[in-house]
């Protein structure tokens, strides 16, 4: 089967299948304080949204080195798992009913994440993502892949489903995310808005609030 056109799905997972935008931020800067005396800007979260923790630390830091770079990259996740607890996690609205209907259809589906291993083996059992996803098509936390805006990920993500990257639809948030999808040479990029609502203005995707925008055109289908 297809789906909007596409015979396998690619996901990022923060931002897209979990809004944690705030709570992101939040850990990121009370760490930036720690680094640095100062919170991030809102042109340095825009800019570092999407990336992964080294490289974040390294803007920070630019002559860090490895060690220096798992610890501040460490300190940023346990704060980040508090306040994602605190805050009750669930996925974003809408994601539940697209995965549960992907699923149904026997759907290849993937995550291509920058998010860390220690997250990604939190968010697993969490959401219980290994109903949805093979383990193997969770790809996270690999520093052999370099960061988004790069396409690597998504390209690895589709081959871990079998998948020509021109057959894949992919859904992310960041611009950095987005330019990725756009790199890896896939067949269509949706972008989904989240809470603060906000337009890209990209040439070659598509742009939506939350996946409830979708389910009219599943129900559709079912």
């Known amino acids: 089967m297809s789906f909007l056109g596409a015979d396998g799905i690619i996901f990022d997972f923060n931002g897209t299948l979990y809004w944690d935008e705030a709570e992101n931020r939040k850990a990121w800067n009370r760490t930036a304080v720690m680094i640095r005396g100062k919170e991030l800007t809102d042109e340095e979260f825009s800019f570092l949204n999407g990336r992964t923790d080294e490289e974040t630390v390294l803007y920070f830091l630019p ?8 610890y501040w990259s460490g300190e940023k996740e346990k704060i980040y798992k508090e306040i994602c607890i605190k805050a009750g996690p669930r996925l974003s609205p809408g994601a539940l009913e697209i995965l549960s209907y992907l699923k149904s259809r026997n759907m290849p589906m993937a995550i291509a994440s920058s998010a860390p291993k220690v997250n990604m083996d939190w968010y697993i059992p969490c959401f219980g993502l290994e109903n949805y996803f093979p383990l193997s098509s969770i790809i996270a936390g690999r520093r052999d892949i370099p960061s988004k805006p ?32 756009l790199d890896s ?13 906000k337009d890209l203005g990209m040439e070659g995707i598509d742009e939506i609030p939350s996946f409830l925008s979708l389910l009219d055109t599943l129900r559709q289908e079912w």
């Open 63 to 70: 002559d860090a080195d490895v060690p220096t770079i798992d």
């Open 150 to 181: 790069d396409g690597t990920i998504f390209r690895i993500a589709a081959e871990s489903i079998g998948i020509r990257p021109e057959r894949v639809l992919i859904f992310e948030d960041s611009e950095s995310g987005v330019r990725a999808a």
């Open 185 to 197: 040479g896939c067949m269509k990029v949706i972008r989904i808005r989240g809470p603060e609502g």
